[in-house]
């Protein structure tokens, strides 16, 4: 049996204190001293942990918010003096699309390698938009996926990115089809270029280390190559540069070395994918393709070329369509280009990688369920590392994290923490839906409800198609 794919992982604390979502409002003047006080019995031993940070302050701005909301303490005082508090701060974090709850979550995720359990059931709404009008079919568990999430049986996240013939011819020698070159990654995310506005130079190097211990790999833009250093080098396998529109390509002794390059698209793209491969044959080219107001239908042309291996959709951070009004979501608009080139019959010689809005674990999934083969992150990561997408650093202020001055110990680890418990969930999620291969994932929209179908589907016919959102 072939080794296991695995990521070693370790807890690395928070350099600082976290900004909780609950936190108890105690008033103590009417305390009647009870010798079993409700706050000895918290199951999460948050009143002593208060104690202790209370005694470790350092800044008298910072609050004890690690209560998890359970009630139990609030409803149990004999004399009402507890309340439960919703912290500020925390409401505040994020965009709108990365919520404060998602922020706290790949928080403790890149903490602890722990798949998050929120415990006493779902207390979120059951649908909304963009990834949560989507549920995976989670009741197709059998035996031997079962025991893929426990280890006992293997449930393989591999994904092959390069272009597949579309059929296999032999003769008497056996296999006469040309296999075209493939590059095989263990888990299907890969590191993506951050937006220019939230880029860190420090980071690079512990990203391409990340992408190393992970088995992945690293978009990095060739303009930045230098400050690589000699990471660059040693790391090559684990590299993808980008190529800009009018960057010249970069030099053959580092074309021949590479396994991915990626290219902007544009006019010439099939004349550069030429001068590539006349230089490195076996180099698999992607080129980049941003989700604009003609990114689907670009997209549908550039599969149709015999060239084209692969093709990478990018939306902005936030999952939505570039520059438009009324922008789609990023699984709307790779569900349309997958079933598109379903119906061309070329799907299955085209690789699909989209990015942009997949922010937890269960998007990557859902996401390959909408079509794409594998899917890029960016800005996870870096909340991984306790960003708070305050956008001081969009707008030229410094950081209030200090993500400037981080160590290699602390970046690599949690950012490896989080791709590892990544993994595990997509494991779960597959083993849930009795899928044993990422690549059998892609586009198996047979596992998954869509609210807009069950909507359409119920209500149709009573009250006709919805015209709006
Ligand atoms: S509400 Fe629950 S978790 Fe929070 S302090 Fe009280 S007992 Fe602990
Ligand atoms: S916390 Fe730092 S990295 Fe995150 S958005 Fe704010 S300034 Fe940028």
Redesign the pocket.
């Known amino acids: 049996m072939p080794k296991k794919y695995h990521i070693e992982t370790k807890r690395i604390p928070p350099r600082l204190p976290k900004t909780g979502k609950f936190g108890i409002v105690d008033w103590r003047e009417d305390c009647a001293r009870c010798h079993n006080c409700v706050k000895k019995a918290c199951v999460f031993d948050r009143y002593r942990q208060e104690m202790q940070f209370i005694r470790d302050l350092e800044e008298f701005s910072s609050m004890f918010f690690e209560c998890m909301g359970c009630f139990s303490c609030v409803q149990k005082c004999t004399k009402g003096l507890l309340a439960l508090t919703v912290n500020p701060e925390y409401e505040r974090m994020g965009n709108g699309y990365y919520t404060p709850d998602i922020i706290l979550t790949t928080w403790n995720q890149a903490e602890t390698a722990g798949i998050p359990v929120s415990g006493a059931g779902y207390r979120g709404r059951f649908t909304g938009a963009g990834f949560d009008s989507m549920w995976t079919d989670m009741s197709e568990i059998v035996r031997p996926t079962r025991d893929g999430i426990h280890g006992r049986e293997y449930i393989s996240t591999a994904v092959d990115i390069g272009r597949k013939p579309g059929v296999l011819s032999f003769d008497d020698n056996g296999l006469a089809t040309v296999l075209p070159p493939l590059v095989d990654v263990p888990v299907p995310v890969l590191i993506d270029m951050f937006p220019a506005e ?1 880029r860190f130079p420090n980071l690079l190097p512990m990203l391409l280390t990340v992408a190393r211990r992970t088995g992945t790999m690293m978009i990095v833009d060739w303009e930045e190559h230098e400050l690589l250093g000699t990471y660059r080098t040693k790391y090559l396998s684990n590299i993808i540069f980008y190529v800009g529109k009018d960057a010249p390509l970069p030099p053959p002794e580092v074309l021949a070395k590479s396994r991915l390059i990626e290219i902007a698209d544009g006019g010439d793209v099939e004349e550069r994918i030429g001068r590539i491969k006349a230089v490195n044959p076996n180099l698999v080219v992607a080129v980049r393709v941003e989700l604009d107001s003609r990114g689907e239908e670009r997209s549908m042309e550039l599969a149709l070329s015999p060239v084209v291996e692969v093709i990478h959709i990018v939306s902005d951070i936030n999952g939505n369509q570039i520059g438009v009004e009324t922008p789609k979501f990023i699984k709307d608009m790779t569900r349309h280009i997958h079933t598109s080139l379903v119906k061309e019959g070329v799907r299955d010689e085209i690789t699909i990688i989209a990015g942009g809005g997949i922010a937890l674990a269960e998007h990557m999934a859902k996401e390959i369920i909408c079509g794409a083969d594998a899917v890029t992150i960016n800005m996870p990561l ?1 909340i991984g590392l306790e ?8 707008d030229g202020f410094d ?3 200090g ?1 400037e001055s981080i160590t290699d110990e602390y970046g690599v680890g949690r950012m490896t923490n989080l791709i590892a418990v990544w993994h595990d969930q997509l494991i779960e999620v597959m083993g849930a839906m009795g899928m044993r291969e990422a690549r059998r994932l892609r586009g198996e929209t047979g596992r998954a409800l869509f609210f807009e179908d069950i909507e359409e589907e119920t209500f149709g016919r009573l009250f006709g198609k919805r015209i709006s959102a």
């Open positions: 939230y870096l960003c708070r997408l305050c956008s001081s650093c969009r950081c209030p994290v993500i």
